[in-house]
């Protein structure tokens, strides 16, 4: 009889026993699942990114685009099979390896001319175009954009609003009163007076500045910073990821080249001249992106050199 009682007490205790150790197995598995998505060798992938400024018509200015280029620039490097994408999505695939289309492009605007949102816009809508716009605090603090002026005046915090709630673009950080190139500093560089201590504090300040103006007003902080006149320190990278960045862009013409262990601080652009039709500035840029080592070819097209 006491056997008998016994085998029923220890016939709940196996199914316990049974149960728990299938939930570990599994547990197990997921854990080994969830390794290996994240250890998964990803191939390069080649990025051009593409920078434009002011877009207006009637204006000599090497870097002005005409509304006619840039609608032109996007349908042909569109019909080349290029695919706009969002720096966070650089980001991303750099970091965790989430994948990216096939022959993506990053089109970026500096500066955020006010013609970027009266001309460029309407484009990036007919044509579905993500892109980047890296914002000067000072300028986008202070305009009378009721005086527009395509080189002068700037995209107001309201215009950038319209422009984010669109889900076509994305805000940068091109310093809030760094994009000088006159007086004693040029861009972001460091003075020689300077110890590297004041400099660090001096670049954390201003860029804290916008992150939080943008943060105040849009609801968001950049993820990318865009060097003033491409100018780059070496000191510089500590302080932008300290403030939260995740990314920052140069102005060496080159193509880049994106795997687990590329530099997200040190990504290189093309400035879009005038003057220089799709064909020839997006025929390049597509010859560049399928040579292995384009940076030996970059300065046979006469714009870049």
């Not at 980001?91 to 022959?103: A, E, N, Q, T």
Request: net charge positive; aromatic share 12%; charged share 20%.
């Amino acid at each position: 009889m006491k056997n008998t009682k016994n085998i029923y007490l220890l016939v709940p205790l196996v199914l316990i026993i049974f149960i728990v150790s299938l939930f570990n197995i599994n547990i197990i598995s997921e854990q080994k699942n969830f390794t290996a998505v994240n250890t998964v060798e990803v191939e390069d992938v080649k990025l051009p990114i593409i920078m434009y400024h002011s877009v207006s018509k009637g204006r000599k200015s090497k870097y002005n685009v005409p509304p006619s280029l840039l609608e032109s620039d996007f349908k042909y490097f569109l019909n080349l099979g290029f695919t706009p994408v969002f720096m966070h999505q650089v980001v991303d695939f750099v970091s965790f390896g989430i994948p990216l289309p096939k022959k993506p492009i990053v089109v970026t605007f500096d500066d955020a001319h006010s013609s970027v949102f009266f001309n460029a816009f309407a484009l990036l809508k007919k044509y579905n175009i993500k892109a980047v716009i890296n914002i000067i605090g000072k300028c986008t603090d202070g305009d009378d954009v009721s005086k527009f002026d395509a080189i002068k005046s700037h995209i107001s915090f309201p215009q950038l609003r319209q422009m984010v709630s669109s889900g076509l673009v994305e805000v940068g950080n091109h310093s809030f009163d760094l994009h000088s190139d006159f007086g004693k500093r040029y861009g972001i560089k460091k003075l020689k007076c300077e110890s590297e201590q004041q400099y660090k504090n001096m670049l954390k300040k201003d860029v804290d500045k916008l992150q939080q103006r943008v943060q105040d007003n849009l609801g968001i902080k950049p993820l990318v910073f865009a060097y003033p006149y491409g100018k780059y320190s070496d000191l510089a990278k500590s302080v932008l990821i300290e403030s939260g960045l995740k990314a920052a862009l140069l102005s060496t013409h080159q193509i880049n080249v994106l795997n687990k262990e590329t530099d997200l601080f040190e990504l290189k652009r093309f400035n879009r001249p005038n003057g220089v039709s799709s064909k020839q500035f997006y025929d390049a840029i597509e010859s560049l992106t399928n040579q292995s080592n384009s940076m030996n070819n970059v300065l046979k097209y006469r714009w870049w050199r």
